[in-house]
């Protein structure tokens, strides 16, 4: 009998599955050249992905993987003649080789599929990120840093970094279940989380470089900027400001993110953030 039990889906934008009877759910979205790849070299990397995710889990059990693509078993068992489908059908196999993982695939149609169907149609909308040029002076200035708190396998700065969901080299899923104060972290969060992450820092006696858009309307601000004198707080020791920059941001998958267009439409602000004195 399988130890773990995995089902495995792929969409047009993204790639997702999950381990059954736990909550560990791993996510990829599919960059630009990814989408324009055949469903079953989408449905193919979807599985291994999700090994590279959550081997951990894995290692030295039985593995079923179910998967509602006929082509992928088969390359899977047998491989295929085409180089791009053998490729990945190798890294499965030595993801599994490290890992000691015995893995069985079987095909299951696509109405018993619907879990992992429905994870690979979730859309990330906050997957943007900071160019590597920007974040390479602000390593320098004020780093290095050495874990990267909101990322994924695609954005990430540093070797160590926290994901939304399990996705290939991350090192822990949701950052608010980890102790900040080990770190010198980099950190981008989506801005509806960034009222939490102050809060959070100011819990954990953290430091960082927060990157954060200049909005003075926004719940936030009270939070960094002190109302009566117009300073910012004590636990900021430094900050930069860019003016509507071109080139600073990255965009994600969401081609109609304000992080996607250029110039950036307000000021932006990187803070030195310490709350461990």
């Keep these: 009998m399988p130890e773990r039990i995995v089902f495995s889906d792929a969409s047009e934008y993204a790639g997702a599955g ?28 979807a599985v291994s992905n999700i090994l590279q995710s959550v081997h951990n889990q894995l290692s030295g ?6 998967t ?3 082509n992928v078993t088969k390359i899977i068992r047998k491989g295929s003649m085409k ?8 890294d499965v196999f030595n993801i599994c080789l490290d890992n000691n993982i015995v893995l069985e695939i079987e095909w299951i149609p696509r109405d018993k599929n619907i879990q992992a169907d429905e994870l690979s149609k979730i859309f990330d909308f906050d997957d943007w990120g900071v160019s590597d040029i920007i974040f390479k002076y602000f390593d320098r200035l004020w780093g290095p840093f050495n874990c990267d708190l909101f990322a994924d396998s695609r954005n990430k700065k540093v070797s160590r970094f926290f994901s939304k969901f399990f996705t290939p080299g991350t090192s822990g899923v949701d950052a608010f279940a980890y102790d900040w104060s080990a770190f010198n972290n980099w950190i981008v969060p989506p ?9 959070y820092m100011l819990i954990c006696k953290a430091k960082g470089a927060l990157v954060i858009p200049k909005w ?12 009566l004198t117009y300073e910012y707080k004590d636990y900021i020791k430094d900050f930069r400001e860019y003016r509507n920059p071109k080139s600073f941001f990255i965009k994600g998958s969401d ?8 110039p950036f439409n307000s000021n932006v602000l990187v803070l030195l953030v310490d709350f461990t004195t």
């Design 18 to 45: 999950y381990i059954v009877g736990s909550n560990n759910v791993a996510h990829f979205m599919w960059d630009k050249s990814e989408k324009t790849k055949s469903s079953t070299w989408r449905e193919l990397k």
């Design 61 to 66: 059990k039985l593995v079923k993987i179910y």
């Design 68 to 70: 509602d693509n006929q």
């Design 83 to 90: 180089s791009e489908l053998q490729d990945i059908a190798l």
């Design 191 to 199: 801005i509806y989380l960034i009222t939490r992450v102050i809060n």
């Design 216 to 227: 003075k309307s926004a719940v936030y601000w009270p939070m960094i900027v002190n109302r």
């Design 255 to 262: 081609e109609n993110s304000i992080f996607a267009k250029q």
